[in-house]
């Protein structure tokens, strides 16, 4: 107990007086940024990674982040204060080490929790007393305590007693100018009070506002809901979407409408569904725990489904429109497809819709080509390997008019909107760009999808 207590005063003064060392685990679109607001925060800081690539390219202050300042990575290494590194040896060095690694689905699309595990070993076999280990990747309520810390504990360290443990999800958006690192709240939850009081003084130096919670189940469980609140109320507005328009009615009318009551509502837009490594997987975590345990999520499972759906639903609308106003059947169509990240001005495509309705008009025989001012080349992702490689068609006159159709499906804001709406000879919009911005659509006939 005294050995715990002055292991605890000792990380307390440490982190209280800046000297903390810090490192995350993973540098990611979460981990990356983690890293960056610690080190800015005054905390010499070391960003680990298994990806050397990364790792250099880092160290040598490239813009690894599209969205990042210029010169953010660039000014943290040229202080010699925040570095990146594939050396585990360096985890023993630092106090307070937040893991930010991948938990993606598995085939089955159950939770998939091999790179947290992965970490979990790497950092016991260097984890040394009086340290702070911190998840913040999405997991299920339980794994932080049921599957993490079993892991650590192999150290011959007990959690409480020799090192501390708990849970802070993230919730950057990338690429949002307005919410960032900082001046995100961010939750934090631990299973005893002086990883909580750690957890709390540490993150109250990093960010403006740390909401501790009474375990690091409660603080999984947050995440589960805000992403499973996204979820269902994206297929709802979805759902509304078709409904609204077999009745005449502009779904977008009606949300910004509905948005202006002060109370008891929440604008969500419609679009060609859900995308990105997290708002389609936190509720496959949930409904996996909740049948689990014996319980169930009937609710964000229809919602589930609904959103797999959409991408669909966008492709068969999309081929209806060129038969109805162009007589021209899906499988002798040339398309043009605008924007293939899987939402607004983020350099990322994975589980993007905008590709699954690409793959889906294929399907149906059309010709697709691209265009994406993030994405002049088509990365190489888990999920769509085959159309690695596509480049993006420039954005003229002459391009855009040689298309049968413009499929709009991600609104990039660096996108000549004005050159589409003057050229296509067909136009879908599934983002309600060109209504929204007052742009008229002289090229040929508009269709929301
Ligand atoms: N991207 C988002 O916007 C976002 C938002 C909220 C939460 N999350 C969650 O945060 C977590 C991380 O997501 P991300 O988008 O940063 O993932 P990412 O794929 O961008 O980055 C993960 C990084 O971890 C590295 N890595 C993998 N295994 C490792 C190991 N054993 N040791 C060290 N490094 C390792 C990878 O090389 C990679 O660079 C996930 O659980 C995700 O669901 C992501």
Not at 154 to 181: M, Y
Request: proline share 6%; with cysteine; hydrophobic share 40%.
């Amino acid at each position: 107990m005294t050995t715990s207590f002055s292991l605890f005063t000792d990380l307390k003064d440490r982190i209280s007086s800046g000297n903390a060392r810090a490192m995350t685990v993973g540098l990611g679109y979460v981990g990356l940024p983690m890293a960056l607001t610690i080190h800015e925060s005054g905390y010499d800081t070391v960003g680990f990674d298994i990806n050397e690539t990364r790792v250099a390219q880092i160290n040598a202050g490239e813009q690894v982040i599209s969205y990042f300042p210029e010169d953010r990575i660039s000014n943290a290494v040229s202080s010699g204060r925040f570095r990146a590194t594939s050396d585990a040896a360096q985890i023993a060095e630092r106090d307070v080490i937040l893991i930010c690694v991948p938990t993606p689905l598995d085939a089955q699309r159950n939770p998939d929790l091999t790179y947290v595990r992965a970490a979990g070993e790497t950092i016991a076999r260097h984890l040394r007393p009086g340290q702070l280990v911190v998840l913040e990747s999405t997991v299920w309520p339980g794994a932080t305590s049921g599957v993490l810390k079993p892991i650590l504990e192999t150290s011959g360290l007990k959690a409480g007693r020799d090192f501390f443990i708990g849970f802070s999800p993230e919730r950057e958006d990338p690429g949002n100018a307005v919410h960032h690192t900082r001046n995100i709240p961010k939750v934090v939850g631990a299973d005893d009070k002086a990883s909580r009081d750690l957890m709390e003084l540490f993150y109250g130096r990093i960010v403006d506002t740390p909401v501790p919670v009474s375990s690091s189940a409660t603080a999984e469980a947050v995440k589960l809901a805000e992403n499973s609140f996204r979820t269902v109320n994206i297929a709802l507005v979805n759902e509304m979407k078709v409904a609204f328009d077999a009745m005449g009615v502009d779904v977008w009318e009606v949300v910004d409408a509905a948005a202006t009551k002060p109370f008891g509502y929440m604008p969500f837009y419609p679009g060609p569904g859900i995308g990105g490594d997290c708002i389609p997987v936190s509720p496959a975590y949930l409904s996996w725990r909740a049948r689990d345990v014996g319980s169930s999520t009937p609710i964000i499972d229809l919602a589930r489904s609904s959103n797999d759906m959409a991408p669909d639903s966008v492709a068969a609308r999309v081929a209806a429109g060129l038969m109805t106003e162009r007589g021209i059947a899906a499988s002798d169509a040339r398309v043009l497809i605008l924007g293939v990240a899987y939402k607004r001005d983020v350099e990322d495509t994975r589980v993007s819709p905008a590709l699954a309705v690409l793959k889906r008009l294929e399907e149906m025989g059309a010709a697709c080509e691209y265009h994406d001012p993030f994405f002049p080349v088509m990365p190489l992702t888990r999920d769509d390997p085959d159309l690695a490689g596509r480049k993006s068609v420039e954005l003229s006159a002459e391009n855009v008019a040689g298309f049968d159709a413009v499929v709009l499906l991600t609104d990039h804001s660096d996108v000549d909107y004005e050159l589409v709406a003057r050229h296509a000879r067909l136009l879908f919009d599934s983002r309600n760009v060109f209504d929204a911005r007052g742009i008229e659509v002289t090229g040929g006939p508009l269709i929301k999808v």
